[in-house]
């Protein structure tokens, strides 16, 4: 089922968890063991990240040789594998970095016939040892313009000419940023370049994780006001440890609040940290809750035992 259809019939915000493919090499029983943890509390949908490759150079034989090296493989064939085990609708997430445009049709065309019908389409961060961001030659610049080409395949318009080309069926999610993308001058801009997003063909936003429900309330309304209609589902990740004070505002762009940080802060031992930190998140969810929000996607990360803790608070 489309992920809009869905929440158009639902009628509580809908579940949905985020996942990271294992690093290269490990085995997919690690990640069958937190799914086997969070399917009972029955998400609607299973988003699962991609990760561009690390392009690093090595010498062999005094010959320097390209090599792209990805640490975490897999997206497509883990949502292959999860909608299969699980019978549940899964989300790869797909992105304009490290692809052309052939690529990336080629790369849709294998989606529709696994059966695949959801997809979250980002630009994708700077490969990792890059500040900026580089397109491929031949690839997209920007997530709209990814928008574009899933959209024109919807409507049977593929890259080259093709006579009664069959149409594909996406629903496509884009990224939204409560506290706005931090390549972005001010929010004003980014909220136009979102709106581009959707007028290209995207049919739901999700947000990048926030942790002020001000900040989510904001956006969607200077979203609504900019004429964007489409669902907004808020993007959540729940703290467990100090660390991620300092890592996740470096790492994501985002400001944690102070009275967050103090409950963390004050509490003695680290069980006593992570169920600071997983309260404060339970109560963030709580208000997005009672605002009627379409869903609430979790951001689970690593062993997601936060992310069973927080729907535990939450659904019981
Ligand atoms: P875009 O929408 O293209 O925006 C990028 C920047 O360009 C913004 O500052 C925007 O304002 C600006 N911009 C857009 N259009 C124009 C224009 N026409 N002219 C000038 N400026 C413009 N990254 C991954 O690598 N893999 C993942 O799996 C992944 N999953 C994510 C899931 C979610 C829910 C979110 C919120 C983010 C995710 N990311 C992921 C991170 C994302 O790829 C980065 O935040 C990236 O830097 C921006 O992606 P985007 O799709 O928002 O880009």
Do not use: W
């Not at 506290?179 to 972005?184: L, V």
């Not at 991620?244 to 031992?269: C, G």
């Not at 951001?299 to 927080?310: E, I, P, S, V």
Request: hydrophobic fraction near 35%.
């Amino acid at each position: 089922m489309h992920v809009v259809d869905a929440i158009t019939n639902a009628r509580e915000p809908l579940l949905s968890l985020e996942i990271t493919p294992p690093p290269k090499g490990t085995s997919i029983d690690e990640l069958y063991r937190t799914m086997d943890a969070l399917m009972p509390f029955k998400p609607a949908f299973i988003n699962v990240t991609y990760h561009q490759p690390q392009v690093v150079y090595e010498e062999k034989n005094n010959v320097i040789y390209r090599v792209p090296k990805r640490k975490k493989p897999g997206t497509v064939g883990i949502c292959a594998s999860i909608a299969n085990r699980y019978s549940v609708e899964t989300v790869p997430h797909f992105i304009c970095g490290g692809f052309s445009k052939f690529e990336t049709e080629d790369a849709l065309i294998d989606l529709h016939y696994l059966g695949i019908t959801n997809i979250l389409a980002l630009r994708g961060d700077p490969a990792a040892g890059n500040t900026q961001f580089i397109p491929e030659r031949d690839g997209h610049r920007y997530a709209s313009e990814l928008v574009n080409q899933i959209s024109r395949m919807n409507r049977g318009i593929y890259m080259e000419e093709l006579e009664d080309a069959h149409p594909t069926n996406f629903c496509i999610g884009v990224a939204g940023y409560p506290e706005k993308h931090f390549e972005s001058p001010n929010a004003e801009k980014d909220i136009q370049h979102l709106k581009h997003k959707v007028e290209q063909g995207a049919h739901y936003i999700i947000t990048q994780m926030f942790f002020d429900f001000q900040y989510y309330k904001d956006f969607v309304e200077r979203a609504r006001e900019a004429g964007i209609s489409v669902p907004i589902i808020p993007g959540v990740k729940p703290l467990s440890n100090l660390d991620q004070l300092a890592s996740i505002p470096r790492n994501f762009h985002v400001t944690i609040p102070h009275h967050i940080v103090e409950a963390m802060e004050q509490a003695r031992t680290s069980e006593e940290i992570r169920k600071a930190g997983i309260r404060k998140i339970a109560d963030l969810c709580q208000k997005l809750i009672d605002y009627k929000v379409p869903g609430l996607h979790i951001y689970t990360m690593g062993r997601g035992t936060a992310t069973r803790d927080l729907l535990k608070i939450l659904y019981g």
